[in-house]
């Protein structure tokens, strides 16, 4: 009878160190069905918020007199903005990194008024929301609080 307990009792034990490693391996693997968003490609401005201090926020939707593309490739960004009520060209170039919730746009160079800007601060650093087709980069206050967001939508 005492052998019978031994072996029931070596078995359960061996059973639930498997089932725990199981368990762990699991969580740790990746699902092939889940999708992992990327800037990479081409995106075309849909609308800004401005966020007010009494929690309300404005919407000022793209038009054709304000059209904005951005495009990432693995290491690099460009942008250009079209104001037919601004003769200011508005473009600028550089490098990015993106993580979950960071989007960092160091920007090496770009139109003349925007070089004015890269002389004073030349990383800009957004709170980022990326999904597969649309993405929003979120300005925020030394309090991390919004202040407005630039929102994306694919277009290739």
């Given at each position: 009878m ?5 072996i029931l ?12 490693n ?7 693997l990746p699902?092939?069905?889940e999708?992992?968003?990327s800037?990479q490609?081409a995106?075309?401005l849909i609308?800004?918020f ?15 007199s304000?059209k ?24 600028g170039y550089?490098?990015y990194?993106?993580?979950?919730s960071?989007?960092?746009e160091?920007?090496d160079?770009?139109s003349?008024?925007?070089n004015?800007?890269i002389?004073?601060n030349?990383?800009?650093?957004f709170?980022?929301i990326?999904?597969e ?11 991390g ?5 630039e929102?994306?939508k694919?277009i290739?």
């Open positions: 005492k052998n019978y307990l031994f009792f070596v078995v359960l034990a061996f059973s639930c160190k498997n089932n725990s199981t368990a762990t391996n699991d969580d740790v699902n092939p069905n999708k992992n968003p800037l490609g995106w075309e609308s800004y401005n966020y007010r201090s009494d929690g309300s926020i404005d919407t000022i939707k793209s038009s054709n304000l904005q593309i951005k495009m990432y490739s693995p290491t690099k960004v460009m942008w250009s903005r079209l104001r037919v009520s601004d003769s200011l060209d508005w473009f550089g490098d990194t993106a993580n979950d960071v989007l960092t160091v920007l160079y770009g003349k008024a925007m004015n800007i002389k004073e030349k990383e800009f650093v709170k980022l990326l999904e087709d649309k993405f929003s980069q979120i300005t925020l206050d030394e309090m609080n919004p202040m407005f967001a929102n994306y694919r290739e």
